[in-house]
Structure formats: structure tokens, C-alpha cells
């Protein structure tokens, strides 16, 4: 049986619940301030970004960590991270003028620590959905 084959019910479940996972924490750290309407907005979010991350760059970076035998956590952990600071870079990222070079940088005489942060919790946020979807995979395990 394939690599995808023997685990493709807990895969399926991984790839649905683990995207969500930034959603429904700041959804529920929303509740605990009495904001609900600003929580039901991160979930939402957390979907529109975190599907289209997990099917092009998830289910890909899954794929080569199985292939290489890359099963432990930490593995995990750092492809949710590198994979957090790239949907932020292209989500936050701006466009400059005609020439279409990248840049997150600000203005000059700005402020980067909005930036930082940004790409700090996008971090963050694609560890933790990363290890969630290992919780649930358990690819360490035959």
C-alpha cells in the first residue's frame, strides 16, 4: 500500500482540521474578551489562507518529509514555520510601483516591528497548524 494510502483517513483529517487551528485559537481568545464578530473573522481568514497553504505547499512539504524519512516532530515544526513566513511574505508583500519587485520593507523612516510581528505570528501560526496536523497524522508511526 502507498504512503498516502494507509494513512489517507487520518491524512484527510489532518489536512481539514489543522488549517483551521490559528482560526479557532484567536476565535476563542476573541470569546474570552467578548468580541465574538472579530473572532468569527480570524476563523474565516484562517480558512481563505490556510486551505490554499495546505494544498500547495502543505500536502507537498508532507510528501518530501516522508520521502526523505523525516518523521519526527521538529521536522514538522520547522516546514509549518517556513511555510507561515512564505504565505506572509506573499500575503503582506507589496508590489512596487511598475517594476514588480518584492519588498516588505516600509517607508523610509518607518517603523519594520509591525513587519516583524507579522511574520513572527505567520511563524507561529504555521508551526502550530503543522503540529497539529502531525498530532493527527502521526507520521512517526507505522
Known sequence: MSVIGKHTPRLLTGAFLAPLTPGFLLMCLSLLFGKLGEGLWWFKLSAVTGYPAAVVLGLPSYLLLRKLGWSNLWAYLLAGLLIGVLIAAVIFG?????????????????????????????????????????????????
Open 94 to 142: 507589496s508590489v512596487v510601483e511598475n517594476n514588480f519587485s518584492f519588498s516588505v520593507a516600509p517607508q523610509l523612516g518607518k517603523s519594520l516591528l509591525p513587519v516583524a510581528g507579522i511574520f513572527v505570528l505567520a511563524a507561529i501560526f504555521g508551526a502550530l497548524s503543522s503540529s497539529i496536523f502531525w498530532l493527527i497524522v502521526r507520521p512517526n508511526r507505522s
